[in-house]
């Protein structure tokens, strides 16, 4: 299963933007990137994903790099709710099976 | 939707008993995740169904482990004995799986697994 790298942990201040980091140095063609959340004591949580180009949704932005090993997560304006465990993850037909496999994640603290 | 459930959200159990976790996944999902989550190991995949076959058990940890898949609307994880050291937080997860296309998992809460 291809890999990804995070930052064990980040800080941000309240209302500011964050950018999390995932270094994916050995992703496939057909991988797609998938980022998840995990609040305290709760389930993951979907956030983006995307194969090639930039994503935005209302929670997030997902910028890939064009060679593709790399990518950010970006939280325009951070909250207190959004302190939580980011998950960068790569998925695909890579040993035609189809997992999500969690790495040890970025743990975000938010400072208000 | 109600989501993916799980049952029960809390149990507490003896060593040596049987234990047995339930998961309602999402209508009309035919991808189905079972995930174990401790401090020491993060979250781990247990067992990945599609279309209600299981396709990669590769993460069960050992015999005492087994999930099965009856119907698109419901699987159980089984362990039996339990040991202390499978306490754990449970996830189940489901998704629509479609070639070409990728999707999202959506998960449950958990069922938090004491055993003692």
């Known amino acids: 299963d291809a890999k990804t790298t995070q930052p064990n942990s980040m800080e941000s201040n309240e209302e500011e933007p964050v950018h999390l980091p995932c270094n994916h140095s050995?992703?496939?063609?057909?991988?797609?990137i998938h980022w998840y959340r995990q609040l305290p004591s709760q389930g993951p949580e979907y956030v983006i994903h995307g194969l090639t180009s930039n994503v935005n949704n209302r929670m997030a932005s997902l910028a890939i790099a064009e060679d593709r090993k790399s990518s950010t997560l970006i939280l325009h304006r951070a909250t207190l709710r959004d302190a939580a465990v980011y998950y960068c993850?790569?998925?695909?037909?890579?040993?035609?099976?189809?997992?999500?496999?969690f790495g040890t994640g970025t743990r975000l603290k938010v400072l208000a | 939707d109600a989501g993916v459930i799980q049952s029960p959200r809390h149990e507490v159990t003896e060593m040596g008993q049987e234990v047995t976790l339930r998961c309602k996944p999402i209508s009309g999902h035919n991808s189905l995740f079972w995930y174990r989550q401790t401090m020491m190991r993060g979250l781990e995949l247990l067992i990945y169904?599609?279309?209600?076959?299981?396709?990669?058990d590769s993460g069960m940890p050992e015999d005492r482990f087994s999930a099965k898949m009856p119907n698109a609307s419901f699987s159980t994880l089984k362990i039996q004995p339990s040991e202390p050291r499978d306490s754990a937080v449970y996830f189940c997860?489901?998704?629509?799986?479609?070639?070409?296309?990728?999707?999202?998992?959506?998960f449950g809460q958990g069922t938090r697994l004491t055993v003692v």
């Open positions: 997860a489901s998704s629509f799986h479609r070639t070409r296309r990728d999707t999202e998992a959506f």
């Open positions: 050995t992703i496939s063609g057909t991988d797609y």
């Open positions: 993850i790569l998925r695909g037909p890579t040993s035609g099976t189809y997992k999500y496999i």
């Open positions: 169904f599609n279309n209600n076959v299981p396709i990669d």
